[in-house]
């Protein structure tokens, strides 16, 4: 079992609201990851989770605030976004070597 | 020195052909390549992946070759079909540990035609 799953699939938020995209995976894997991917770009890292401890901010704006509830959750809770926030949000974990991605969250900001 | 560069940015092949993707490195500290399959509005899929103690690793149409001197390695895409489209990426990492970062390359297009 590869799968890493993403949700809500598609996400509308006006710029003054607060949303959260979740991320679960049961394969054990220690790291988790957020990408954030716009149209026609390679995925854009954001943030890295190891072991449950944040180990990577990538100099994300504080609108977007991730959490690692357990080995198994990662949250991106996010406020007060801008329409340039709009993108494809990917969740991806790894053990070691191979990262897998999750289907990814469509996020449109209006 | 972090840069993946991956060429060309779109590739066009006939049905059957061969596709080939390049990408290049300078970080001599990466060991681990892989590359990704993304279709339009889903995430990337991991298609296959090399270390750099082998030259060749092929998983059934799709063969890494991979080039330490020249720190290149390459995706051959063999009797090319049209479910093939989709926009790969070359990526590197450093393995030794949870939690290292894939560097991605730009991304290539591909388009085969029927």
């Known amino acids: 079992d590869t799968e890493v799953t993403q949700t809500p699939k598609h996400l509308v938020m006006g710029m003054t609201n607060k949303k959260s995209l979740k991320c679960e995976q049961h394969?054990?894997?220690?790291?988790m990851y957020w990408y954030k991917q716009k149209a026609k770009k390679p995925p854009e890292l954001m943030f890295v989770?190891?072991?449950?401890?944040?180990?990577i901010n990538e100099s994300v704006p504080s609108r977007f605030s991730p959490e690692c509830p357990n080995s198994s959750l990662l949250n991106l809770h996010l406020h007060a976004l801008q329409p340039e926030d709009s993108a494809l949000y990917l969740c991806?974990?790894?053990?070691?070597?191979?990262?897998?991605f999750g289907q990814g969250t469509r996020l449109t900001v209006v | 020195q972090q840069q993946v560069k991956q060429s060309p940015q779109s590739l066009i092949v006939q049905k059957g052909g061969i596709s080939i993707i390049n990408c290049a490195y300078e970080?001599?500290?990466?060991?681990?390549f892989p590359w990704y399959q993304q279709f339009p509005g889903k995430g990337p899929a991991l298609l296959i992946a090399?270390?750099?103690?082998?030259s060749e690793k092929k998983e059934g149409r799709f063969t890494i070759s991979f080039n330490k001197s020249a720190k290149q390695f390459s995706l051959h895409i063999m009797d090319s079909q049209p479910g093939d489209s989709a926009t790969y990426f070359c990526a590197a990492s450093t393995a030794n540990q949870a939690g290292t970062a894939l560097i991605f390359g730009k991304g290539t297009t591909l388009s085969v035609s029927s």
């Open positions: 991806a974990s790894s053990h070691g070597i191979s990262a897998f």
């Open positions: 394969m054990g894997h220690r790291a």
């Open positions: 970080n001599t500290a990466f060991d681990y």
């Open positions: 989770y190891s072991y449950e401890k944040l180990s």
């Open positions: 090399i270390r750099p103690d082998v």
